[in-house]
């Protein structure tokens, strides 16, 4: 069954698919009137409709059949210090495939431009890709902080586990499997090419943030990132075999 993406908002009984999920079922998959699709919303609603009218731009549907999927017990959020485009595509899909509660992206003292204020319309797209692809009902929070350290801080005040990847001045405790299997919100700070200054290193400590690390090879920032996620998303594949 083909699957498309739905603004939540724009869910009913009866709705519409435009721009270019439309073109997608229209001209490429060539789908018609009596075709049954899946429809996801990015906020764990999933839903089951039959095509009931196609014109040049829109496809129409009457819906069969929701389901309601509850967030996981456990979210993993990662905070990536801004770093080079050529490198940050790909994250998007990735991020998604592996159950990402959030991805977020910081101006660090090292970070070689400026983030955005805004979240690139292209960035939920990659997103929404990455959900259809895999079929994750969830599509994880956008987010930036112009403000650096100190916002990244103030959106994880409620969280449950910071942790900061981090080597210092002597190596840090290698993260663990029990440090994974934490319930709640965790967040996995990460910092630009070239690391954390001793500013924002200090600043996350104080904060309640625990260096960890991956290991002693230098990886680059994408991978750590999704390293974290990856890790996370296997404990959690692991914990549910063995219910």
Same mark, same amino acid.
């Given at each position: 069954? &083909?699957?498309?993406?739905?603004? =939540?908002?724009?869910?009913?009984?009866?709705?519409?698919?435009?721009?270019?999920?439309? &073109?997608?079922?229209?001209?490429?998959?060539? #789908?018609?009137?009596?075709?049954?699709?899946?429809?996801? $919303?990015?906020?764990?609603?999933?839903?089951?409709?039959? %095509?009931?009218?196609?014109?040049?731009?829109?496809?129409?549907?009457?819906?069969?059949?929701?389901?309601?999927? *509850? &967030? *996981?017990?456990?979210?993993? !959020?990662? +905070?990536?210090?801004?770093?080079?485009?050529?490198?940050?595509?790909?994250?998007?899909? &990735?991020?998604?495939?592996?159950?990402?509660?959030? /991805?977020?992206?910081?101006?660090?003292?090292?970070?070689?431009?400026?983030? *955005?204020?805004? %979240?690139?319309?292209?960035?939920?797209?990659?997103?929404?890709?990455?959900?259809?692809?895999?079929? @994750?009902?969830?599509?994880?929070?956008?987010?930036?902080?112009?403000?650096?350290?100190?916002?990244? #801080?103030?959106? =994880?005040?409620?969280?449950? @586990?910071?942790? #900061?990847?981090?080597?210092?001045?002597?190596?840090?405790?290698?993260?663990?499997? +029990?440090?994974? $299997?934490?319930?709640?919100?965790? /967040?996995?700070?990460?910092?630009?090419?070239?690391?954390?200054?001793? =500013?924002? +290193?200090? !600043?996350?400590?104080?904060?309640? +943030?625990?260096?960890?690390?991956?290991?002693?090879?230098?990886?680059?920032?994408?991978?750590?990132?999704?390293?974290? /996620?990856? /890790?996370?998303?296997?404990?959690?594949?692991?914990?549910? =075999?063995?219910?």
């Amino acid at each position: 069954m &083909k699957t498309f993406f739905l603004e =939540a908002d724009k869910w009913d009984e009866h709705c519409v698919l435009d721009g270019q999920e439309a &073109k997608h079922a229209i001209k490429v998959l060539r #789908m018609k009137t009596g075709d049954t699709v899946r429809l996801l $919303d990015g906020k764990g609603r999933e839903g089951t409709f039959i %095509i009931t009218d196609t014109t040049k731009h829109t496809v129409s549907l009457e819906q069969q059949e929701i389901i309601e999927h *509850p &967030k *996981p017990e456990s979210e993993h !959020y990662v +905070a990536i210090g801004w770093g080079k485009s050529v490198r940050r595509g790909w994250i998007f899909e &990735k991020a998604v495939e592996f159950g990402a509660a959030g /991805l977020w992206f910081w101006q660090a003292d090292r970070s070689q431009s400026k983030v *955005p204020v805004e %979240i690139k319309e292209g960035w939920e797209g990659q997103m929404q890709a990455g959900a259809k692809q895999c079929d @994750n009902p969830w599509v994880p929070e956008l987010a930036t902080f112009t403000d650096g350290a100190k916002g990244v #801080m103030n959106r =994880a005040a409620e969280f449950d @586990n910071i942790f #900061m990847l981090w080597e210092g001045q002597s190596p840090s405790d290698i993260l663990s499997s +029990a440090q994974l $299997d934490l319930s709640g919100k965790t /967040l996995f700070i990460i910092g630009p090419e070239g690391g954390f200054s001793d =500013a924002e +290193a200090n !600043y996350f400590q104080e904060q309640g +943030a625990k260096p960890v690390s991956l290991g002693k090879r230098i990886l680059r920032w994408e991978t750590a990132a999704l390293l974290c /996620l990856g /890790l996370a998303w296997w404990k959690g594949e692991v914990n549910n =075999a063995a219910r």
